[in-house]
């Protein structure tokens, strides 16, 4: 009796145990599905929105290995409502050390007066895109910064407003009270001061307009890099398998870049290490102008070169404990003065 006993409760065990291991094995076949389609997905998106630079402008590395090596990143925002070439609505250089821990985002003015190399004519930067497409705004920013641009992202409008929307809107903290006009509809739409929710129409208007900010280009400037923040915080951290997938699709709908499928997991791996990095907004200052009519804003030639000198600085560093932002390298903290018995006088009065 005891015997048919112990032999019921073991083949009752061993049948829990081959359930139990039944039931993993279709949990990871799933889970194994899941990232297999998304890899697809993915590299399907990649391929179609890929794009390679033609012209000559210099990276920091012949071989990329942005998990370990510093690496820069151009943003560009195309705006082509009115069908042809478009211009760069947006223009964002990015600048990422891994072994510093630093990011610096430095944010050029569409109406910025500079040198197109391509054209060999002065104009606004943003034209830079109507003339020469793609490699001309790139050849354009390099010219102005002496910055290597490794990779590049450009997204248009569609694209944006999809984004946002599928992320399910972004949160930002309206820094004045106005009324901007919102694209399609061409309603009117008032941002209160304050935290506001925006989906991707108002998020849209929000980047763009300029006129009604007291800080001109400084300030729209300062708004697009809220948003961008909140989107890149928000998509990194998707859990549905539906938004990743409305998300690649819109991904390899309207945008264009020259990174790889192969490097995605890897910047994917550098933006976890470097999520709580506080990012150096590097302005450039200029002053208003208008020449035969048409707006320019002009550069102030000794910022801008602080500004470069600061992002060479980011890519050459190798701790973080050398890392300084924008603020902190224009305005350094006086050396301590030796006095004649070789101690410190930390007193700069006389």
Not at 56 to 72: Q, R
Not at 311 to 335: C, D, H, Q, V, W
Request: proline content about 4%; some cysteine; overall charge neutral.
């Amino acid at each position: 009796m005891d015997q048919n006993r112990s032999l019921k409760r073991k083949k009752r065990r061993k049948r829990l145990i081959r359930n139990i291991l039944t039931t993993l094995t279709i949990i990871a076949l799933c889970i194994g599905g899941y990232f297999a389609y998304i890899f697809y997905e993915l590299n399907s998106a990649a391929n179609k929105s890929f794009k390679d630079l033609k012209g000559n402008v210099p990276k920091n590395h012949d071989k990329p290995d942005i998990k370990n090596k510093p690496f820069t990143m151009l943003l560009l925002g195309i705006e082509n409502q009115d069908g042809g070439q478009g211009r760069s609505d947006v223009i964002l250089l990015i600048t990422a050390n891994p072994k510093s821990k630093e990011v610096a985002m430095l944010s050029i003015p569409r109406d910025s007066l500079v040198e197109i190399p391509s054209e060999g004519i002065k104009d606004k930067i943003n034209h830079s895109y109507s003339y020469d497409g793609l490699d001309g705004t790139v050849e354009t920013v390099y010219n102005l910064t002496g910055i290597p641009i490794d990779y590049y992202i450009t997204t248009n409008f569609d694209g944006f407003k999809k984004t946002v929307d599928i992320l399910g809107g972004v949160d930002v903290e309206v820094p004045f009270t106005f009324s901007a006009q919102l694209t399609e509809t061409l309603t009117w739409k008032r941002y209160h001061q304050g935290p506001m929710h925006l989906d991707g129409r108002e998020a849209l208007a929000y980047v763009r307009m300029r006129k009604a900010d007291p800080k001109g280009d400084i300030g729209r400037n300062e708004r697009q890099k809220q948003v961008i923040q909140e989107i890149v915080k928000k998509s990194s951290s998707i859990t549905s398998i539906t938004k990743i997938d409305d998300l690649i699709e819109s991904l390899g709908e309207n945008v264009q870049t020259n990174i790889p499928a192969s490097e995605f997991l890897d910047f994917l791996y550098t933006y976890k290490i470097m999520k709580d990095t506080k990012i150096d907004n590097v302005l450039l200052t200029g002053d208003d102008d208008r020449i035969n009519g048409i707006y320019y804003y002009r550069l102030h030639e000794d910022n801008l070169e602080l500004a470069s000198e600061h992002l060479k600085g980011i890519i050459s560093r190798k701790k973080p404990e050398e890392a300084i932002t924008f603020e902190e390298f224009k305005n350094p903290t006086p050396e301590p003065e030796q006095t004649t018995d070789g101690s410190t006088n930390t007193n700069n009065q006389q």
